[in-house]
């Protein structure tokens, strides 16, 4: 229901199309289509995170992260305060781990694989809004899925926008918006992030 704007349009991804008018508006959002938000499985879905996210900031316990998130390993470790827009589009590989204040609008899936390290206030959102004024007006949203791989560590303050994919073991340091995607090894950084030198094990102590 966020979305954080940038500098750079490229990054805007477009809404799929094709023939949508039987899908349901949570079919439509997870598929990457314009939806209507106010639909009202989709405000009870997000009560429902609400709620939930409420319990586990009050008293973390991994059994109510599991209730809530799509795929949620034993070996995950989440520090309050975590919010987000439903979880179960939420999918967590093993030993992650996530420092204070991390938000994730998951209204498109989000995927996170193993041994990954989230530093304090990330923002990931797949949530956007079209450019025309007219549709923005008319509530209508859509939404771009996120991937990121085994071995990443994203530093404190970073956003991971729309439609972003990264690669394996890739680093992204304090501050960075990610409006694109990036392969493999790599050290990205700045606003918007670019690459900064490749990542090797000798090079993390540096970032």
């Not at 319990?55 to 520090?79: F, S, W």
């Not at 995607?181 to 992030?193: C, H």
């Amino acid at each position: 229901m966020v979305f954080l704007l940038s500098l750079r349009f490229s990054i805007f991804p477009a809404p799929k199309e094709g023939h949508v008018q039987s899908m349901t508006e949570k079919e439509k959002m997870i598929r990457g289509d314009l939806y209507d938000a106010s639909d009202t499985q989709l405000t009870e879905g997000r009560s429902r995170a609400q709620e939930i996210c409420q319990r586990y900031n009050e008293k973390p316990d991994r059994a109510i992260l599991q209730e809530l998130l799509g795929t949620c390993p034993d070996e995950v470790t989440m520090e309050p305060h975590f919010k987000c827009d439903y979880g179960e589009n939420i999918h967590l590989g093993e030993k992650f781990y996530a420092n204070f204040d991390l938000t994730i609008l998951d209204v498109c899936k989000v995927t996170i694989g193993d041994y990954c390290l989230i530093g304090p206030k990330v923002g990931i959102y797949t949530a956007t809004h079209p450019l025309d004024p007219e549709q923005r007006r008319s509530g209508v949203e859509f939404g771009a899925p996120i991937t990121i791989g085994n071995d990443c560590w994203i530093g404190g303050h970073a956003v991971i926008n729309p439609g972003v994919t990264l690669g394996n073991n890739v680093v992204v340091a304090s501050g960075a918006v990610v409006t694109k995607s990036f392969g493999d090894g790599v050290l990205i950084g700045g606003v918007p992030a670019r690459v900064i030198k490749q990542n090797t094990a000798s090079s993390y102590q540096e970032a």
